[in-house]
């Protein structure tokens, strides 16, 4: 309820101070009120006033006084379109949208000497042809009159109207108007762009701006000052319920006066002012007396009070307009009560300002509000100015505005060790000798133990060294592991340091390398000599430890990896000062943020893990320190001020920052810490509560007040309503984790309970309300009222000691936007809650461009922001139970608004947002009775959980290497580091979006015949059940039993291990991924299962054997005996696996490079060899690409060229080093292939084949272009060596060594899709139908790992132009590339009868593919019929067309590129 009840509702000797104490200086809702109406005329004569109010909701509107309540409706006797004003003030007259983005604003004001007014217009569009067509209003009349005074240029069209040019001033026009003739009261007018020939109206007519009365002609008139006030309160309420200062209130109170007064001096009565400032449109007529006829002993303003302690007291509900009524009636019946027991007017108007009237409020009341069903009108967006595409970026990538450190020397040479080592490091250390630098690293490969250091010492240095079987301790090495040219003594041996073997490095440093065997030591003690000068570390020994800790030892210990390690030491390091206080930590925080910048995004992920532990109460807040609550709000003000900068300056990090602010809270340099502790005593002292518990938390407060603070003031009010129930106190404490050991864990403990008296319930209550205010406002970082609050001011009087506090509403907020607060705090609460997601959701839509501006009041936005998102998290979450009955489209517009405050919240939300324009696409559909609606539905929920994968990716990426370090620097419990993320996913919108996806997908699949399973490879299979968590990581394993596998993660490009019968998994491989295509080929069942329910009963099968019968569309399942295994053909599986196959080694026939007439069985693989075939042969609507080969036996030439003589020894040593089962061996291949030259003959050949053969040759654009094709060519003989393909040859036994492989060299065609086609049905078997799969872009992302399913169809061969669509895609992200070259693998081991070797292999282009975030939303494959019925039609007959040539089914790969079909290879079906 707003101050403004103070003349119209209120006697001025009503106005005491209590009873302004009583009314809250916010209305309900926690808008503030302004106190415009206590500065208006108190001294008139105390009289009862004709105009009275209604409440409604969380506001008072005017109203008659003998009329019943009706709806609430906004008043005013000003239309909308015409200005009301002071005249010695230039005002804004008017703001209108013309057209798109050009705006007319309208100011009007008196000139300098006041003799005439002044009408300025400003258009924003810059034109040398726009006319202000014009005219004049004089008594009313609608007839235009021509003012004399006309600005230069103006012309007299046909005596009915003024044209008048505007002046052009860049990308605006302006014009201004001089009205001298006083009896002109308006102007109307229209704007004509001449040059444009277009009009533009205010919504189909005239622009009308009223003109101020002259001040000299309204010296003899007078208005009651009761119609001064209402006037005023409109103004107010039409400004958007500004707070004013006391100057400002009077302005308004005069403005409103003028108002009226020329409202009369144009000739309305006094009566017909009264009548049109109480007018209601839908004015309710009533029958009899009214309540005022039926008793008037109770003075109307008294009954008008009563009514609002009766709806405070009932939770400040929205009342329909028959319950307002009986309301006044009921507290008409209270007073009169008190009448009838002999009490005096003036003994009641004593009670109620002091809260004494006896009220019953039913309980009907105190539980349930009445909400109206109002909604908002949400504003027309495009979605994608909500992009964002600000990624975040560490040290070390180049994209980062901060210049990245430059690793040293020493830094690249050790990183180089790593690397070749892989991820076995025990131990690195870095020592900072004066200006030079000495690292160690300790690595464990293969049960060995290697140790090496490195310095960057330009004098030779020697180590004096030894090794220790306990700490302390030199013992010699022994001969065997003393490098070359090492001096041993009695204790310890001597090596002269080397100059590294790294030719890439700049300059060389010198090196140290040693391996011992694991476990025979534990330590390395050492010194340095160099320059005759012993070299120690701080006068003691160095010390390498090379004890091994195990997985969870370095987990607990954290090492650091992938976090800004060196700002996370500086935090540890200052904890001990940060304890003393919130205010210590907030001023080491805001010292440490310009490092955390340097650090980029892991800077700002060490502060916010900090920040967090501190929120989570696992740091220390206070130890024995005493600090002034003001010192708190400051240090919050200026760290929280650093933030909001580094908002403005460094949108990558955005996201990171709103997460550091909503723990930090907002804090405030004013007085708003103070008041903390100054109200806590106001509120003792009104309350007669002075001791006890409220003595003992007073001295908390004022020792070091903490966020615990909000929770204990929430805790007392809810034991207050619950009339002193001391459980209720102790739940709302307990579920917010608040125990009675935390209470008395504080410098000042609080050891007593509260203990009430019934009669300060009232007022205990009013005033704990208040201070909520307060401890909000310094505290919470989230609140909903007191953010709003924040950002539309508020003002709190100073008493006694108390100081006042005065915040200013934040200037330019968006028209409308107070209302639309007012509107999203009165639903709040509501049950139902779409309207207040509209409204949440729209109310950061609107403040969302203000965000990206720098602004000194910025953080109040964010924290505004930032509440509302929180806000929409906690409505969302209480509207479950409204979706238990919902049907598809109500859970998918609450999806789609979750989507929505995701997106706004998120860095880096291209994909969210092309998931939410899916899932508008989808309602439209669903509401347009689309036949595919609900297929097209789930692609898009697929596609929204793989989005909500990548970000939770994100967080675990981020955030959790940080709280392990943190966590084991600060000893933080275990469980709280290991759920970290975790929790910090929860906070957000992701999660509830989850539980919306899973509530909807089972609707979806239903709705769309889809079943629980997608069956890829149907094979009955008997099994034991093994759970893992990615089929990656158990692809090298043998099973030595039938095993059917659970796994939650497979890609699709893993080998599927031996022994395994069967795959079940709930990720969605495509059919003809290279995993899928396997598993067919091995008879192993394979299936995607979408109900996590079942894929929950198969987990908890684990161990037990169970019997698998899928169908196309179903996995049955039933326990079995092992006796029956030995029947079942899983039983055979080993016994029965793939026979040896032998591969003839192919040798070099002489030539570097072939074109397609040239390829042979002896030259090149079956790839190549389709490719050529299918050319001439084929309809000329079938592209086939220009190819040319490097053949069989080019690797084997190249190595064994002279030039390339030392990457031939160094393969050789990695071979047999590979022969003897160290598979680390294998990278170290791959890297060792890449150092290739090439020899003079290779390249001048291959470039005469690819220019002979009409393909561009890469040289032809410079030597870099050339290396990049020639790596290209490396990276496919590479791949020979990758693991999936090794240890594919190994399980059917392959001689790897016989393995040769030729290079296909073809031109990319830069596809707009991309497709594979099965001409037999992989799924069913069925060689009657054509299975095919579709991407855009590139294939590679149907063929390689990338996640998400592509489109998929089937098609009869009869009837090859009616394709059905089996799914609609949810890949998020698609490839594109220049035009260029790619160089395609072709072994002899692809496609061998019995084993299917194609896809193990690497294709390269030579440059590299481009990822883009997919729109379907816009893709004519997906959203014209006819071009998807034209695309897919073509696909099925070329699979048809090829299929027929060879006679046998076929596995296709092609793209279409503006509507033309290619085909890149073919190959026979497995």
Known sequence: MSNSIGHNLLHNNLLCSTVLEHQSKFNSSGIPANSLYQAASVNQAARKSPVSTKFYGTSLNVRNSNLAVGKRRPVSIIPCATLAMDPTLEQLAGKYNLEGNIELQVTVGSSNTGSMTEVNLQVSYGTNSLLLHWGGIRDGKEKWVLPCRQPDGTKNYKNRALRTPFSNSGSSSFLKLEIDDPAIQAIEFLIFDEGQNKWFKNNGTNFHVKLPMRKELLQNISVPEDLVQVQAYLRWERKGKQMYSPEQQKEEYEAARFELLEEVARGTSIEDLRANLTRKSDRHETKGPSIHEMNNKIPEELVQIQSYIRWEKAGKPNYSSDQQLREFEEARKELQSELDKGVSLDEIRNKITKGEIQTKVSDQLKS??????????????????????????????????????????????????????????????????????????????????????????????????????????????SSSVLPPGSVSLKEAAETQLTTSPLADLPYQVQSFEIEVEDGS????????????????????????????????????????????????????????????????????????????????????????????????????????????????????????????????????????????????????????????????????????????????????????????????????????????????????????????????SYDRAIHSEPNFRRDQKDSLLRDLGNYMRTLKAVHSGADLESAITNCMGYRSEGKGFMVGVQINPIPNLPSGFPELLQFVLEHVEDRNVEALLEGLLEARQEIRPLLSKSNDRLKDLLFLDIALESTVRTAIERGYEELNNAGPEKIMSFISLVLENLALSSDDNEDFLFCLKGWNEALGMSKGKSDHWALYAKSVLDRTRLSLASKADWYQRVLQPSAEYLGSLLSVDHWAVDIF???????????????????LDPVLRKTANLGSWQVI??????????????????????????????????????????????????????????????????????????????????????????????????????????????????????????????????????????????????????????????????????????????????????????????????????????GEDD?????????????????????????????????????????????????????????????????????????????????????????????????????????????????????????????????????????????????????????????????????????????????????????????VVLDYSSDPLIMDGNFRQSILSSIGRAGHEIEELYGTPQDIEGVIKEGKLYVVQTRPQM
Request: with cysteine.
């Open 521 to 744: 030591f534990v330590g390395m003690p050492f010194v340095l000599l160099s320059n005759g000068n012993w070299i120690k570390n701080k006068g003691s020994d160095f010390y390498v430890d090379l004890c091994y800790k195990s997985k969870q030892v370095q987990k607990d210990a954290g090492d650091g990896k992938g976090t800004a390690k060196a700002l996370l030491d500086k935090i540890a390091e200052k904890e001990s000062e940060a304890q003393k206080s919130f205010m210590h930590r907030f001023n080491i925080a805001a010292d440490l943020v310009e490092q955390a910048k340097d650090a980029g995004e892991l800077g700002f992920a060490a502060i916010l893990v900090w920040m967090r532990f501190m929120a989570t109460r696992q740091l220390i807040w206070n130890k024995n320190y005493n600090v002034k609550p003001r010192e708190i709000s400051k240090a919050q003000d200026r760290l929280t001020d650093l933030l909001q900068n580094i908002y403005t300056s460094h949108p990558e990090y955005r996201e990171l920052l709103r997460m550091i602010m909503s723990t930090v809270g907002r804090g405030g340099e004013g007085d708003v810490g103070q008041r903390i502790r100054d109200e806590i005593l106001v509120i003792q002292r009104n309350n007669d509560c002075k001791g006890a518990m409220m003595e003992e938390w007073h001295q908390k407060l004022h020792n070091n007040t903490s966020p615990d603070d909000v929770i204990i003031c929430q805790a007392l009010m809810d034991y207050i309503k619950s009339d002193m129930d001391i459980s209720v106190y102790w739940k709302t404490l307990n579920e917010n984790g608040i125990t009675k050991e935390r209470l008395l």
């Open 1223 to 1411: 598979y680390s061996a294998l990278r170290e291949i791959r890297e060792t292939v890449l150092q290739l030259e090439a020899p003079s003959p290779l390249v001048q050949e291959l470039k005469t084949k690819m220019k002979s053969s009409g393909m561009p040759w890469p040289g032809d654009e410079g030597e870099q272009r050339w290396e990049q094709a020639w790596m290209a060519i490396k990276k496919v003989w590479a791949s020979k060596w990758n693991e999936r393909a090794y240890f594919s040859t190994r399980k059917v036994k392959l001689d790897h060594d016989y393995l040769c492989m030729a290079v296909l060299v073809q031109e990319v065609i830069n596809a707009d899709y991309a497709f594979v086609i099965h001409t037999t049905n992989p799924s069913s078997g069925d060689s009657s139908e054509i299975y095919a799969e579709v991407v855009k872009g590139l294939g590679e992302t149907l063929v390689g790992a990338y996640p998400g399913r592509s489109m998929s169809f089937v098609t009869k061969k009869s009837n090859l132009n009616a394709p059905q669509v089996l799914g609609y895609p949810s890949k998020p992200i698609g490839l594109f590339i220049r035009r260029s070259i790619i160089f395609r693998s072709d072994s002899n081991g692809e496609d061998l009868e019995g084993y299917a070797g194609a896809g193990l292999y690497d294709s390269v282009p030579m440059d590299e593919e481009e990822k």
């Open 1017 to 1218: 490879s149907p094979v009955e299979v008997v099994g034991y059940v093994a759970v893992v968590d990615e089929l990656l990581t158990v692809q090298d394993k043998s099973y030595d039993r039938p095993t059917i596998l659970v796994a939650r993660h497979v890609r699709g490009e893993e080998e599927i291990p031996d022994g395994t019968v069967a795959v079940l998994t709930p990720d969605m491989p495509d059919v003809l991924s290279h995993v899928s295509v396997r598993a067919r080929n091995s008879k192993v069942c394979f299936a995607t299962c979408f109900d996590p329910n079942i894929l929950a009963e198969f987990q908890a099968n684990e161990g037990k054997m169970l019997r698998l019968k899928p169908t196309s569309a179903d996995v049955a399942y039933s326990e079995v005996k092992d006796s029956e295994l030995v029947d079942s053909s899983s039983a055979k599986l080993k016994e029965d696996g793939p026979s040896s196959i032998t591969l003839v080694k192919k040798q070099f026939a002489g030539r570097y490079a072939i074109t397609s007439e040239e390829f042979t069985n002896e030259m090149v693989g079956a790839k190549s060899r389709n490719i050529a075939y299918l050319k001439g042969k084929v309809p000329s609507w079938i592209g086939i690409p220009t190819s040319v080969a490097l053949p069989f036996g080019v690797f084997e030439k190249v190595l064994s060229d002279d030039i390339n003589q030392a990457v031939a020894e160094k393969l050789l040593l990695l071979k047999k080093k590979l």
């Open 981 to 999: 993320t975790e929790e910090m996913i929860r906070a957000g919108s992701a999660a509830a979006l989850s539980l919306l996806l899973n509530r």
């Open 368 to 477: 349930k509000r009445y909400f109206s069903a109002e909604r908002i009108q949400r504003k027309k967006r495009d979605l994608m100015q909500l992009l964002n595409k600000h990624l975040s970026k560490t040290v070390g990538e180049t994209e980062i505005s901060v210049e990245p450190k430059a690793l040293t020397q020493v830094e690249l040479f050790i990183k180089a060790k790593e690397e070749q080592d892989g991820d076995s490091v025990v131990n690195k250390k870095t020592y900072k000798l004066a200006d030079k630098e000495l690292m160690v690293l300790v690595t464990k490969p293969a049960g060995k133990t290697r140790i090496y250091l490195a310095t960057d010492f330009t004098e030779p240095v020697t180590l004096h060294w030894a090794l220790s079987k306990r700490a302390g301790e030199w013992l010699a090495p």
